[in-house]
């Protein structure tokens, strides 16, 4: 990992630290870590505790709007709920050869990567990142995403999720 990449995490991290409230953490969170892996695209969903369902909390997604309400039940077919049910987080190099997925026209490339955020054993969300060109996503790139995964799920377990 290069110095470049410590610098982007560092600063993402001291966002985290200093932000005002848990909206604002979040959006830290989709603004920032795509820049620092090179992504097009970022969503964070947070699991309801009542439901269950993974529910659209933040993202960079400019064609979805201001505050959408998606929402994704486990038994609908999509990389999250595979994601839920490996309890893993997964790259996803062509998300049409590798799972069978239809790609969406909006992203340019097929790459995906879903990054499981959790706290002990207890499942809290996850956070998606598309549109990686030159190759797709890389190890070095779940790593860093996974550390910001497991910074949401300290956060996460300590929040009323009922009130995000």
């Known amino acids: 990992m290069n110095e470049s990449h410590l610098d982007m ?18 959006d830290a969170v989709i603004t920032h870590l795509p820049k ?11 699991r309801n505790p009542s439901s269950g369902e993974l529910e659209l909390k933040a993202h960079n997604h400019t064609d979805i709007g201001e505050d959408p309400f998606i929402n994704v039940g486990s038994q609908q077919e999509s990389v999250m709920n595979l994601v839920l049910s490996r309890r893993s987080s997964l790259i996803i190099r062509d998300i049409e050869e590798d799972i069978g997925v239809q790609n969406k026209d909006k992203y340019t490339t097929k790459s995906f990567m879903c990054i499981l ?13 598309a549109d990686k060109p030159d190759g797709g996503f890389s190890k070095e790139d779940m790593l860093i995403s996974s550390i910001i995964g497991e910074l949401l799920g300290a956060l996460l377990a300590r929040i009323d999720l009922n009130a995000v």
């Open 9 to 26: 995490l560092y600063a993402l991290a001291k966002e985290l630290n200093t932000a005002d409230d848990i909206p604002t953490m979040f």
């Open 36 to 46: 620092v892996i090179g992504a097009r695209y970022c969503s964070l969903f947070i």
């Open 117 to 129: 955020i959790k706290h002990a054993d207890d499942i809290k969300g996850v956070l998606n990142l």
